[in-house]
């Protein structure tokens, strides 16, 4: 592809992406502007569903920094410390304080659909090597496991 390619954030692309969230099982999609995995930085948008469960995480080796703008919908971003205590949580989205927030490396973190669905557009640092991308929390359970569900209604309680 070429260096200078452009790509518009448009109302089809989000509908697009969003029906195929609809169609996974995790309830969300990821859409790449970036042309490889070794590109720096990553940019995509990460569209959530209303109960998808991602497991809360940093990145820590190597160090990268993750920033999320929200472009439609709600989300709740909830940061950790090293114990699985909620220290900080952050409703983004149009009519709350702020519509988006930069994790510095090695920041426990994750995020939720306040809305039915929320469209995201997310930049971190590359290249994506999925082997080393995350560090999963010991302290929250893994995507899959059967907690997922009553760990994220805990963290969603004060929200509703």
Not at 33 to 38: K, M, R
Not at 103 to 109: D, L, V
Request: proline letters at 8%.
């Amino acid at each position: 592809m070429s260096a200078n390619r452009v790509q518009l954030m448009t109302p089809a692309l989000f509908d697009r992406v969003l029906h195929q969230a609809r169609q996974s099982p995790r309830q969300r999609m990821n859409f790449n502007f970036h042309a490889t995995l070794d590109e720096n930085p990553s940019r995509l948008l990460n569209v959530l569903l209303r109960g998808t469960y991602i497991t809360p995480h940093r990145h820590s080796d190597p160090p990268k920094s993750e920033s999320f703008v929200v472009l439609e919908g709600r989300i709740a971003v909830f940061i950790f410390d090293d114990t699985g205590r909620v220290a900080e949580r952050h409703a983004l989205g149009r009519g709350d304080a702020a519509l988006g927030i930069d994790i510095a490396p090695g920041i426990w973190h994750t995020a939720a659909a306040l809305s039915d669905h929320a469209v995201c557009f997310e930049v971190k640092p590359g290249p994506y090597v999925q082997a080393v991308d995350k560090e999963f929390a010991p302290w929250a359970p893994r995507e899959g496991d059967p907690r997922c569900a009553a760990y994220l209604e805990t963290l969603l309680c004060d929200f509703k």
